[in-house]
């Protein structure tokens, strides 16, 4: 049976204000609960709410002295507070304008959160004002090189970044003229929401510069790694990132190197941004933020072995390769998923008896020729031709020959009824969905039906004074009527030169590592086959979750229909509705709870089942929950 997903529209984060229903004997306080663009994750953000007679609560820089006496871009400084201002007033988050006169004269106490965008020029005066300001309990946002020199252009020291930041600030690195990528781990309070491992789009930062986390108690946090677009740069900026969180006396600091207009304008790109600014201003004022971990009983990976078929092929070296690498996975308990040639291997019907008994058959195609550039009809002709051959009863997951496809590969999967295609080069560790109408051959003859996507799902607006919370789950009908998006698995390939290694990146980003590993090509006594073992062995001793493609997917999807709302919140209890949109129950899925310091340490599930963990390095109350049913389920939370 197929799953269905949402198709929800990425939009401008919007905010959905809500006032919470009373409980008995409970004080409830107004709640704004995020539910856009992420079902995962729900946030109160009433710390930034205006109270009668307050001033707003978040202050937005303008660099005046970098703007006149540093920068020979004339709009950076601009452009930067611009989109700030459009983002926090997509928001609807109350902000004041401030510059160098209300840094010099005192910053505001009444400001919870500054965010200084493109400030590369800071006083002495300022920056005493600043360090003082965070130290005692202030949030801070700064982008591009901040502080970089003082008033008067002179290069700073280093030593008020370091301070602040927890990071050394690194300018000497190879230039990079056409942009980079930072990876986002999955692993810290400012990814909440944010598919593992995503890689942010950023344009060329001239001059470069980046930063490299202290090696001591006073640290900062790396939230992700610097990827270039040239491989053989990667080396030089191992251990570096342009994005840093840290606790710095009793207030918080979030650094990037770069500007809001910086970060491609792409659907995927902005959206997760966006979650990344949400959380960030979230976690500065230490607000409750409710999120999933992503991975059954908070594993600290996905992993799934993917056996593909290369070009070319020699009956021995197939047969040796296939027979060594079913040896590895039987002598160390592990499964496997094989998308191999159906004209190849169903020769093979000894080793094709042990790939079942091992793991699941999936699909390729007849041969290793490409689908690509072929039409529709063909492609499914050829998928259906490789299922008949190795005698599959259902289809779930296919990798096309050589990782090539367009949008008729996806209208065949569709049409034969499909769940997943198996590809390289995704923008990152974690399961994504595709669009056939993105990538479609237009030559062919198609009905003005076909052409239209499905209508977006929007999500409610609730607004102040309204009775009730967002908690109705959808009807099974309702369910029924979701458009069924074809479901991605990225391989995780091309981003170092070992197996290992590679796992080693995906695990720290909390990540789905899919190992491609090609039979015919890596014989048994080679470099490959050693490293190939001794990662499974890694993997399985580190807890990480080892299943096949198909159920790594399924649980996925099915975490997916699961949204949090918190539908009351006071000074002791707290609760939440988990809200199972999908048409199974779900087991084994753990909430992460984040709010003031050690706030939730002694949190208890108040007359139900589950474990509470207490993570101090992290300070992440861990909620390992029992099986979750259909509809609404209710968890009460007291500390």
Known sequence: MRLRGHHIAPIMLVLALAWAPRVQGQAVQRLINFQQPSRS?????????????????????????????????????????YYWELLLLGLRVP?????????????????????????????????????SYVNQGGGLIASGRYGFFDEEGNTDDGTFFEDVFGAEYVTEVRGQPYGFLQSLDGNTALTSGVPMGFHLNIAA??????????????????????????????????ALTTVVFNDYGKGR????????????????????????????????????SISFAPWPQARPAAFSVAALAAAGFDPLTYMDGL???????????????????????????DLMVRMNQLGEIGLTAENDYVLYDQPMEVQRDRILTARQQLGVQEIHGVYPPAGFFDGNTIRAMEDIGGDYLLLGGQPSLAPGVIDWWDRVDYRERLEIEDLMPPEDEAMPLFIPGQ?????????????????????????????????????????????????????????????????????????KQEGAWIVTSSEAITWWRNRDQIRPVIAALGKDEMHLDLVNDSETPIRDLVLEIRGDRDQYKDLRIAGGEGTVVWVEETETTMVYLPEMDMGVNRVTLTW
């Open 95 to 131: 902000f004041r304008i401030i510059d160098e006169r209300d840094i010099n004269g005192g910053i505001d106490k009444d400001f919870d959160v500054i965010i200084m965008p493109a400030t590369e020029a800071l006083s002495s005066r300022q920056k005493r004002r600043i360090r």
């Open 205 to 238: 930062q001239q001059p470069l510069s980046v930063a490299r986390i202290k090696d001591d108690e006073e640290a900062g946090k790396s939230v992700g790694r610097f990827i270039t677009y040239a491989p053989s740069h990667q080396n030089d900026f191992k």
């Open 467 to 539: 009775e009730g919370v967002p908690s109705e789950a959808m009807t099974a009908a309702e369910v029924k009527a979701l458009p069924d998006p074809l479901s991605i698995i990225p391989i995780s390939e091309g981003f170092a030169a070992t197996f290992r290694e590679s796992y080693e990146i995906v695990r720290k980003a909390r990540g789905y590592y899919v190992l491609p590993y090609y039979p015919e090509t890596y014989a048994s006594r080679s470099l490959q086959a050693a490293d190939f073992e001794s990662t499974l062995v890694r993997a």
């Open 41 to 81: 994750v729900a946030m109160d953000l009433t710390p930034f709410l205006i109270e009668k007679n307050k001033q707003p609560k978040v202050a937005l820089f303008k660099s005046n002295q970098t703007q006149r006496y540093i920068t020979s871009d004339t709009l950076m400084v601009g452009d930067a507070v």
């Open 253 to 288: 600091a979030v650094w990037m190197r770069f500007n809001p207009q910086d970060v491609s304008r792409e659907k995927d790109q902005q959206e997760n941004y966006q979650r990344l600014v949400v959380n960030a201003l979230g976690q500065l004022v230490r607000t409750t």
């Open 323 to 349: 027979e060594n690498m079913l040896n590895i996975l039987e002598t160390h308990q592990i499964p496997g998923s094989f998308f191999l040639a159906s004209s190849e291997v169903h020769h093979f019907q």
